[in-house]
Structures are given as structure tokens and as C-alpha cells.
């Protein structure tokens, strides 16, 4: 059974830092890209940053280029997503998913087919 658990979620000032992280398990073929995705109240969910696993090509939104961090933990199905200088513009649900192909970046959301729950965070005063 394939899962994706996302943790590290909360409320933080602006200006402030979070780090999310996702772990895939259950797996029965390779998948090629992971990613991040982020969902505001109201609004389409959005690609915020992704990694290739074959290569470890990084792609991210221009809306957090400079504060935000996709990383990979070796060859394991771990990646984290460090945010700094939070804004509440940042403000959403974000989700972990992945996809069975590479595509080019971006990647839209509906390139992925394996999601986990969520994790919100809220970046408030």
C-alpha cells in the first residue's frame, strides 16, 4: 500500500522558518519525480518545488525562489522542504505527492498521481 506521510506543519510569524517533511513508503515501482504542492484557502492547489530522483534536477516556483529548500535524504524516499523567511502569502495546505515520469519542468499537479494527507501551515501574527 503506497503512502505518503507529510509532517512538520504549524503556525509561525512572518519572517519566520518551517521544515516539512514527507516519507513514501510501500512502493512497487519507481517513481521519478517528488514533489511539493501547496494549496491556499479558496485557490488551486499549485507546484511549490520538485526533485528528480534520477538526476536530482530542482525545480521551484519563482514565489519562493531564495527561501525555500527541496532536499532528498540520500537515496531514500525522505525529502524535506525547508521554508524560511515564511510570508502569509505562504499560507496553505501543503502536500507531498510523486510521479511515475519526469515531464519537463514545471509540473503541474495533475502530473501526480500519489498524494499524502497534508500538512497546513499558517503563517500569521
Known amino acids: 500500500q503506497v503512502q505518503l506521510v507529510e509532517s512538520g506543519g504549524g503556525l509561525v510569524q512572518p519572517g519566520g522558518s518551517l521544515e516539512l517533511s514527507c516519507t513514501a513508503s510501500?512502493?512497487?515501482?519507481?517513481?521519478?519525480?517528488i514533489g511539493w504542492f501547496r494549496q491556499p484557502p479558496g485557490k488551486e492547489r499549485e507546484t511549490v518545488a520538485c526533485?528528480?530522483?534520477?538526476?536530482?534536477?530542482?525545480f521551484y516556483t519563482d514565489a519562493v525562489k531564495g527561501r525555500f529548500t527541496i532536499s532528498r535524504e540520500g537515496f531514500t524516499s525522505t525529502v524535506h522542504l525547508r521554508m524560511n523567511n515564511l510570508k502569509a502569502e505562504d499560507t496553505a495546505v501543503y502536500y507531498c505527492a510523486t510521479a511515475s515520469a519526469y515531464t519537463g519542468w514545471p509540473m503541474g499537479p495533475y502530473e501526480f498521481d500519489k498524494w499524502g494527507q497534508g500538512t497546513q501551515v499558517t503563517v500569521s501574527s
Open positions: 526533485i528528480s530522483t534520477n538526476d536530482g534536477v530542482l
Open positions: 510501500g512502493f512497487t515501482s519507481e517513481f521519478y519525480v
